[in-house]
C-alpha cells in the first residue's frame, strides 16, 4: 500500500475526522474511509461506485478525460500495434513484457492446456440448440470446478498459476464449443501448430468437410480484438470476479460470475446490442429518428456503442477497432458493408450534436467491435463471448492480484436502509 502523506479533514454533527489520503501513480488522489464507520458512525453513499475506489491495483490504468489506456503502463494502442494477446496476457498476468524465452515458455503453455477434459462436451448436449453461447459459457465455465480440483486451493500459488494457464487456454476452446453446438457442427479441436487467434478462428469455422485456411488478416484482426477487451480496471464484471473472489471461491466459479455479469447490454452485451440497433436503423436515411430517441428523456433507447462510465472522451480502443474494422471489410471486399456506412455516418452525426457532445458520449470499444466480427462471419450472439474469452486473463490477472494481497478481506458492502421500522406480526385474519 503507497504511504499516505495527507489527510482530509471530514466535519459532520459536531464531530472533526481525519482520514488518510493517498496520491496513486496516476489519477485522483483516494480518500481511506475504511475507519470512517468506526469513527463516525456513519456509512458513505455511492451506488454505482462513480466516485468509490474499491481496491489498490497495478495493472491498468484508465485516463478518462484524455482517452488513455495503458496496461502495467504501456498504451493500448502501441500494444495492439506492436504486441499480440499472449504477449499481453503475459504482460498483464506477470507485470512485465516477457523475455524470448519467456514468451516462448508461456505460449508453449496455454498451447498444451487449450484441450477441455473430453468429458466436459457432455455439459453441452445438456443445453437446448438454440441457448445463446453466453448461457452456456457461464455453465460450462463454472463446471470446470468440477473438473480440476487439483488447481482451486487458492492458498497454493502453485495451483492458482495451474487454474490461469488453464482459463487462458480453455476459454477460446469452449467459445468455439458454444457455437458449434448452437449451430449444430461438431466440435473442432484445437491444434498446437497454429497462434491463439488461429486456433480460435479455426474452432469455430472449419468443418470435418474440408481443410479450413486461416486468413492471416483475419487472425490478425481477430487477435487485435483480443487485445484491445483484455482488461478495463474495475469494471462491472471485474468487480464481480472480485467480489466472488473475495469470499474464496474457486477460480473456475469466479470467472463464470464474471461471463454472467459481461453478457448484460449496459457492459460486454453492448457490442451485440450495437449491431443489432444498426441493423433496426439500417439505412442513413434513418439516423436521425434514433439520435432522437437517444436524446428523448421519456424513451429509455440509447445508442448501443456510445458512452462510457470513464472516458469523457473517445475510448482509445474504438479508434483502433475502427481502423481494424476498415482494413477487415476492405479484405473481405465488404467496404460498402451498409453496415458499416450506417455505423460511420451514425458517429458523424453524434459527435457534431450538441447533446452529446454536452455529455460526452463518443463511442466505446463495442461500438466497432461487432461490425469487424459480424463481417468475419460470427452471428451476434457470439459477439460477447469473444468478449468473454477476451476479459478472461483481465479477469485472471485481477484475481490473482487480489487472492495474492494478504489484507484481502470480504467485500461486504452496506445499505442506506429506507424500509420499514420493526413491526410485529399480524396473523392473516386480522390483516
Ligand atoms: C463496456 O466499465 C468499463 O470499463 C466497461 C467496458 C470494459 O472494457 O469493461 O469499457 C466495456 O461495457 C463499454 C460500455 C458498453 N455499453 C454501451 O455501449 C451501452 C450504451 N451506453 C450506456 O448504457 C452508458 O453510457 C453506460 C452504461 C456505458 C455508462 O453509463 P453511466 O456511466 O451510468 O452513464 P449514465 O447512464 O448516467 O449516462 C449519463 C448521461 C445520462 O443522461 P442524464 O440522465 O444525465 O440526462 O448520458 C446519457 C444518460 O441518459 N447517456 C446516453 C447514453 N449513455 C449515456 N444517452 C444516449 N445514448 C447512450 N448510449
Same mark, same amino acid.
Given at each position: ?132 453461447? %453466453?448461457?452456456?459459457?457461464? !455453465?460450462? &465455465?463454472?463446471?470446470?470446478?468440477? +473438473?480440476?480440483?487439483?488447481?482451486? @486451493?487458492?492458498? *497454493? /500459488? ?118 443489432? %440497433?444498426?441493423?433496426?436503423? !439500417?439505412? &442513413?436515411?434513418?439516423?436521425?429518428? +434514433?439520435?432522437?430517441?437517444?436524446? @428523448?428523456?421519456? *424513451? /429509455? ?131
Amino acid at each position: 500500500m503507497v504511504e499516505s502523506t495527507k489527510n482530509a479533514t471530514l466535519s459532520f454533527d459536531g464531530k472533526t475526522l481525519e482520514l488518510p489520503m493517498y496520491s496513486p501513480t496516476s489519477g485522483p488522489d483516494v480518500i481511506d474511509i475504511s475507519k470512517l464507520y468506526a469513527q463516525g458512525d456513519v456509512f458513505t453513499h455511492d451506488p454505482g461506485f462513480t466516485s468509490t475506489s474499491s481496491c489498490e491495483s497495478s495493472i491498468t490504468f484508465i485516463d478518462g478525460e484524455k482517452g488513455e489506456l495503458l496496461h502495467r503502463g504501456y498504451p493500448i494502442d502501441q500494444l495492439a500495434e506492436k504486441s499480440h494477446y499472449l504477449e499481453v496476457c503475459y504482460l498483464l498476468l506477470y507485470g512485465e513484457l516477457p523475455t524470448a524465452a519467456q514468451l516462448e515458455d508461456f505460449e508453449t503453455r496455454v498451447t498444451r492446456h487449450t484441450m477441455v477434459h473430453e468429458q466436459m462436451h457432455n455439459f453441452f448436449r445438456g443445453f437446448r440448440r438454440d441457448a445463446h453461447p %453466453m448461457a452456456t459459457m457461464v !455453465g460450462v &465455465v463454472g463446471a470446470m470446478s468440477a +473438473f480440476y480440483h487439483d488447481s482451486t @486451493d487458492i492458498t *497454493d /500459488p502453485w495451483q492458482r498459476e495451474v487454474a490461469a494457464i488453464r482459463l487462458i487456454a480453455k476459454l477460446p476452446t469452449i467459445a468455439a464449443m458454444a457455437y458449434k453446438y448452437s449451430v449444430g457442427q461438431p466440435f473442432v479441436y484445437p491444434r498446437n501448430d497454429i497462434d491463439y487467434a488461429s486456433n480460435f478462428l479455426r474452432m469455430c469455422f472449419a468443418v470435418p468437410a474440408e481443410e479450413y485456411e486461416v486468413n492471416p488478416i483475419l487472425s490478425r484482426a481477430m487477435d487485435r480484438i483480443f487485445t484491445l477487451h483484455a482488461d478495463h480496471e474495475q469494471n462491472a464484471s471485474t468487480s464481480t470476479v472480485r467480489l466472488a473472489s473475495s469470499s474464496g471461491a474457486n477460480p473456475f466459479a469466479c470467472i463464470a460470475a464474471g461471463i454472467a455479469c459481461l453478457w448484460g447490454p449496459a457492459h460486454g452485451g453492448a457490442n451485440q446490442a450495437c449491431l443489432e %440497433m444498426l441493423q433496426e436503423i !439500417g439505412s &442513413v436515411d434513418r439516423i436521425p429518428e +434514433f439520435i432522437a430517441r437517444a436524446k @428523448d428523456k421519456n *424513451d /429509455p433507447f440509447r445508442l448501443m456503442g456510445f458512452g462510457h462510465r470513464v472516458y469523457k472522451n473517445f475510448d482509445p480502443r474504438a479508434k483502433v477497432m475502427k481502423q481494424s474494422a476498415d482494413e477487415v471489410l476492405d479484405l473481405l471486399g465488404v467496404e460498402n458493408n451498409p453496415i458499416l456506412q450506417v455505423a460511420k455516418e451514425l458517429e458523424a452525426q453524434a459527435l457534431a450534436d450538441p447533446y452529446f457532445a454536452e455529455k460526452k458520449l463518443f463511442p466505446n470499444v463495442d461500438f466497432y467491435s461487432g461490425i469487424i466480427l459480424e463481417a468475419m462471419g460470427f452471428p451476434t450472439s457470439m459477439f460477447t463471448p469473444i468478449f468473454a474469452v477476451s476479459r478472461t486473463i483481465g479477469w485472471v490477472s485481477q484475481w490473482k492480484e487480489q487472492i495474492s494481497d494478504p489484507k484481502m478481506r470480504i467485500g461486504r458492502p452496506r445499505q442506506l436502509y429506507t424500509g420499514s421500522g420493526a413491526r410485529d406480526y399480524v396473523d392473516v385474519e386480522n390483516r
